[in-house]
């Protein structure tokens, strides 16, 4: 484990920590939904629900090996980042909420940055970080 972690594992930990809250928001509002009747489509509704709890779980998961220092744990976070660029860059050329595609834009950089900036890289392969960096 490591003693020390540099700010910015600790900035990537907490955007990621962010994201994982918001899915599981976004799960359990769906599971409500589904629960009190509010939509004709229960069975998808209840798999919507089950799938963003589940990627909320996965998140948390991989926040703990970035804090452990776990290589394995950045391949599953950058994975979906690049997945929800694609799908914010989709919906807004469909003219589907653009204020939250910017800030689903804006949030996936900056994780995907930050995991690779070096000493983020290095804090997370078992290397030490290049000096002055933080």
Not at 30 to 45: E, I
Request: overall charge positive.
């Amino acid at each position: 484990m490591l003693s020390r972690r540099p700010a910015l594992v600790v900035a990537v930990c907490v955007l990621v920590l962010l994201e994982a809250a918001l899915f599981a928001g976004l799960g359990v509002a769906y599971l409500v939904d589904a629960l009190r009747g509010a939509t004709d489509l229960v069975g998808a509704t209840v798999f919507l629900a089950l799938f963003f709890l589940a990627i909320a779980a996965l998140l948390v998961l991989c926040v703990r090996g970035l804090w452990q220092g776990r290589r394995w744990a950045r391949s599953p976070v950058v994975t979906w980042q690049v997945l929800l660029v694609v799908l914010a860059l989709a919906a807004m050329s469909s003219g589907v909420s653009t204020a939250v595609s910017v800030g689903i834009l804006v949030l996936a950089g900056a994780i995907l940055v930050g995991l690779f900036l070096p000493s983020v890289h290095a804090a997370t392969s078992g290397r030490s970080a290049p000096a002055g960096e933080s």
